[in-house]
């Protein structure tokens, strides 16, 4: 009866400590896919396209998407279509215990959303422990600096180059009313 005892008492010192060591080794990757969000189905799909591209090029990472209009988040799940915000989105990958997250805004400027996003991020990265990610990183929105919107308006000049070869055309390409550009060759 001793015998059994003290194997039984081994085995349950043993196993907790295995599958600890067996924890903290390990790094999990994620990508979080955050969007301001669409209850338009031919608009979903650029996103959903966003979201397979980055499975596709990193299969070894989860990939999640979130949304950060609450309207929208709203509007989806009364059809049954749940999105989460960045903070569940976030808190879910800690709990699920990914160790490596990237967030990739969809944002195209740094905007209210964008600012929100980033608020999150940094509320998660001053978190440590078993509550914080050995890495947490935010990606740019695609016009973040001067040099992105000058390169843009070049990309735009030689796509509507003909268009815009009619002094009286002009070119308005606007984008969720947080942004606008105007083309003109006056």
């Known amino acids: 009866m001793n015998k059994f005892l003290c194997a039984l008492v081994l085995v349950s010192l043993l196993i907790p400590a295995s599958a600890f060591a067996a924890d903290t080794g390990s790094n999990k990757t994620a990508i979080l896919v ?12 650029s996103i959903d396209n ?10 070894d990472s989860e ?19 749940i999105i ?12 699920e215990r990914f160790t490596d997250v ?9 905007g209210v959303e964008y600012d929100e996003l980033k608020n999150v991020v940094d509320a998660f990265r001053v978190l440590h422990g078993k509550y914080g990610f ?4 935010l990606g740019v929105p695609f016009l973040n600096s001067p040099q992105d919107c000058s390169g843009m308006a070049d990309v735009l000049m030689a796509r509507f180059k003909t268009q815009l070869q009619d002094k009286e055309t002009g070119i308005i390409l606007m984008g969720h009313s947080q942004m606008a550009f105007t083309l003109n060759c006056n």
Do not use: Q
């Open 134 to 137: 050995r890495k947490l990183k």
């Open 63 to 81: 990939v999640r998407l979130s949304f950060t209009s609450n309207i929208i988040r709203r509007k989806l799940a009364e059809s049954g279509d």
């Open 102 to 110: 990237y967030v990739m805004p969809t944002h195209m400027i740094p």
């Open 50 to 59: 966003l979201v397979n591209a980055a499975k596709e090029n990193f299969p």
């Open 34 to 45: 955050v969007s301001f969000g669409t209850s338009m189905p031919e608009a979903r799909k």
């Open 84 to 95: 989460d915000t960045p903070v569940v989105a976030l808190a879910k990958l800690n709990d």
